[in-house]
């Protein structure tokens, strides 16, 4: 018998014993009844479900409560009570229970194109049981083991250069294809493709916006290289162009603002793929300058941001 049931036959069986004609005994058994019931509804588990495919066979911990997820992907939660995803010493990620977690909720990214995104997604789908996770996705009890007898936890938070030469994750990728004729680790393209796939119907792709952040305002001096530095992102679309442009300036400091991507051969830490360089011009006054930065995604859905750069003489 449940713990929330033993509570309100107890209760019940006080009401009994006490005296019925005391009002305040009614208010106050009531009350506590009250909070009983909203405690044990909040208690109710509920079943949530892991995609990249429907994943199998990731072990979740959720409130002292663990389990493995089935072919439908499902786990258990309550409330929005964390939940732990893992395979064995690998941890996939710890997130507030939901109906629906993605790679996306467990690297607390919003792109596809995110780094650690790519990465849990090309490793649950190397692990896939018969390399085919258009079906999807099962690890298997001997992965689930071998991931537990690792050395050390494997790192998502590196490039999927590094990743994909990542000694650990090679060996466990091993252990999932023995059987297989190939071992290689799934590509970034292929991960986020099969990701973006199996996102369609859970996530509109095709009125999903892309995000765009023009960075801090900044004060600069006369003839001081300026870095504009933006940063896009997409749920689940990919950025396909960007643009900067000067707006609101004095029409006599056009041709003194010129913009410049940066070159493939600059290794400047500070430029982004989606940087551009400018001098400052030669002004007499305090000026500021203000630049719209707009992206657009592969779905031609656009979004912009301003950012305002003071020259100081």
Not at 110 to 139: F, K, W, Y
Not at 280 to 287: F, G, K, M, R
């Amino acid at each position: 018998m449940s713990r929330c049931r033993l509570l309100i036959q107890e209760l019940i069986q006080k009401l009994r014993r006490g005296s019925w004609r005391t009002c305040l005994l009614w208010v106050s058994c009531g009350l506590m009844l009250s909070v009983v019931l909203m405690g044990c509804r909040d208690r109710a588990a509920k079943h949530g479900v892991l995609i990249d495919s429907a994943v199998k066979g990731v072990e979740w911990e959720s409130e002292g409560v663990v389990g493995v997820t089935d072919a439908e992907g499902r786990f258990e939660y309550t409330g929005h009570n964390a939940v732990r995803f893992f395979i064995g010493k690998v941890e996939l990620g710890e997130v507030p229970g939901d109906s629906i977690i993605t790679p996306l909720d467990l690297a607390g990214a919003d792109s596809i194109e995110d780094d650690v995104v790519t990465n849990i997604a090309r490793l649950l789908q190397s692990l896939d049981d018969d390399m085919n996770p258009d079906n999807g996705i099962v690890i298997t009890p001997a992965v689930r083991e071998a991931a537990a007898a690792l050395v050390m936890p494997i790192n998502f938070d590196q490039s999927v250069t590094d990743f994909g030469g990542d000694s650990l994750v090679s060996d466990l990728v091993n252990v999932a294809k023995a059987n297989q004729s190939t071992m290689e680790i799934v590509t970034a393209e292929a991960a986020r493709a099969h990701l973006s796939d199996s996102l369609k119907g859970v996530i509109d792709l095709d009125n999903n916006e892309p995000l765009a952040d023009a960075g801090v305002d900044q004060t600069v001096s006369p003839e001081e290289r300026v870095i504009l530095k933006g940063k896009a992102s997409n749920p689940t679309g990919q950025i396909v162009d960007f643009q900067w442009e000067l707006i609101d300036a004095d029409p006599t400091l056009d041709n003194d603002v010129v913009l410049l991507r940066p070159g493939l051969d600059e290794a400047d830490e500070e430029l982004t793929l989606l940087s551009v360089t400018f001098t400052a011009p030669l002004v007499t006054e305090s000026t500021e300058l203000s630049f719209r930065f707009t992206v657009e995604n592969n779905n031609g859905l656009t979004a912009s941001d301003t950012v305002s750069v003071t020259v100081e003489p």
